[in-house]
């Protein structure tokens, strides 16, 4: 069976380069400001879209890794991941993500070492059935580095 889904949220912007923007989601249950990164120009703020993006990349591995190591009964307690996106310019095509580099880590339950084959598994798998990461296989270079710790 096939489904779809749609998600949607609603922007606005005042200004110009300058601006400032905020998102709505449909629930109205986030509203999150932004404006142009300080990098590309604009006047910084509360967020911009390159966060935006790689904040999406990570709650979506860390999700999905979660779901994964459940599904394969990992003692996963917890998993905290940090993110860094890099971000070329190229004169004709603008600038443009090139590479995300997440670092998950995660508290395990006993022995860390006991579960090692099946952890190096998971984190492949979530990275494989990722939506974000999907989105934008072969536009952008991912690098995974998990580490481990006992609980």
């Known amino acids: 069976m096939h489904t779809k889904y749609v998600f949607r949220v609603f922007g606005r912007w005042h200004g110009g380069m300058h601006g400032q923007g905020e998102l709505v989601n449909e629930e109205h249950t986030i509203r999150t400001p932004f ?13 911009n ?30 998993i905290e ?6 971000v070329s310019s190229h004169e004709e095509e603008g600038f443009h993500f090139t590479e995300i580099v ?9 022995d860390p070492k006991a579960h090692d084959l099946a952890i190096a598994r998971a984190v492949q798998l979530a990275h494989q059935r990722c939506l974000i990461s999907r ?5 952008v270079r991912y ?7 006992a609980l």
């Open 102 to 110: 997440l670092k998950p880590h995660l508290e395990i339950e006993g």
């Open 81 to 86: 991941c940090e993110a860094e996106g890099r």
């Open 135 to 139: 989105a934008v296989r072969g536009t």
């Open 35 to 47: 404006s142009v990164a300080e990098e590309f120009g604009g006047i910084g703020g509360p967020t």
């Open 49 to 78: 879209p390159e966060e935006l993006f790689l904040s999406a990349a990570c709650s979506c591995y860390l999700i999905t890794l979660a779901y994964v190591a459940e599904k394969m009964r990992l003692p996963i307690k917890k």
């Open 143 to 149: 690098e995974i580095t998990p580490t481990v710790s």
